[in-house]
């Protein structure tokens, strides 16, 4: 029996170049291809800020107060609708492709299950249809996080605090909401806000500067990867991307 969690390896051939941009999806959000030479990408979606060659993006910020610590019905066993009793305000689908996380409850905790949608909500319930079924009965009081899809509506990382996690580097110019890929692994130009030696592990900018790199520090922010050359302030360099 088939289900939306089978699993598959990665694209073998992309009906979409890695420099160029669709305004529908040609992929599922999130997979995974490699060029011959060994560099990884994944497929996004912009958010409401077109691609921009060389910089850094995260997933959409953080939503802690419709998308965190909802309480919701008890399910059984092969459910596939969740019901909040927190009211939240979502569009209808935002979260459609993203993740649902059972974080607290009595039983069925731990488990994660992929969003096929949601209802819309304007300060009031809503219901997640998942796309694979309820392994667990959850009893008790029944808390989940959601989430969309980490590569549906990317920003560039802000400057200063991170909203999200980093999620690849931009390899082209591209249209506010159109879909293309984004480079998570392997030799890629990245905008570096502080000098950088070669070797030295990079991390997204803490500083001034969005969507750009600087070295890591221990406590600051994951790594995403580590220079192949030596990088002047402001400039681009070749950095080894590690986020995927």
Known sequence: MTNASQLTG???????????ESSAAMHTVGSYIETNDGRGFRYAKAGAVGFVVGRLYQSAAEDTTNQESLTCAVNSIGDTAVVTTTTVTLAANLLAGGFMTVISGTLGVGYT?????NTAAAGAVVTFTLADPIQVATTGTVIVDVSPNPYSGVIITPAGTATSAAV???????????YGWVQTHGPASVLCSTTITVGNSVTPINATTAGAATVATNGVKAPIGYALTGIATTDCGLVFLTIN
């Not at 299950?113 to 949608?117: E, R």
């Not at 690849?168 to 159109?178: F, H």
């Open 10 to 20: 990665p694209v073998i051939s992309a009906a979409q170049g890695i420099f160029s």
């Open 113 to 117: 299950y992929k969003i096929k949608s």
């Open 168 to 178: 690849g580097v931009s390899v082209y110019n591209g249209t506010a909401l159109y």
